[in-house]
């Protein structure tokens, strides 16, 4: 995510993917307030969407593999790799515009 005040990388991806970050922060390098653009949100609203519609997979992934265990935790860890894809997918087309301050 580069910073669009000062060009410099805004914030590192471990920051960036711990939620709320992603949608509004301060540059690393200039402290410019930034917030998301219109893609990182589209991109957001798309992952849930993908996550939500392999959870039935997940389902019977777990079925297959006949997991005595609570089944609503491991259906998370089953999704994490599709929110991760989307988050990465978001941290490459995504960005920050400047927070204009009221
Ligand atoms: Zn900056």
Do not use: Q
């Amino acid at each position: 995510m580069i910073c669009p005040n000062c060009g410099e990388k805004a914030i590192s991806f471990s920051d960036w993917i711990r939620a709320r970050n992603a949608f509004s922060t301060r540059c690393a390098n200039c402290n410019v307030h930034l917030k998301a653009n219109l893609s990182v949100y589209l991109n957001f609203i798309i992952t849930i969407l993908v996550a939500l519609s392999l959870l039935p997979y997940a389902d019977n992934a777990l079925a297959y593999f006949d997991f005595p265990v609570e089944l609503s935790k491991f259906k998370i860890v089953v999704l994490l790799p599709a929110i991760f894809i989307g988050g990465a997918l978001g941290w490459c087309f995504g960005g920050y515009k400047i927070k204009k301050s009221t």
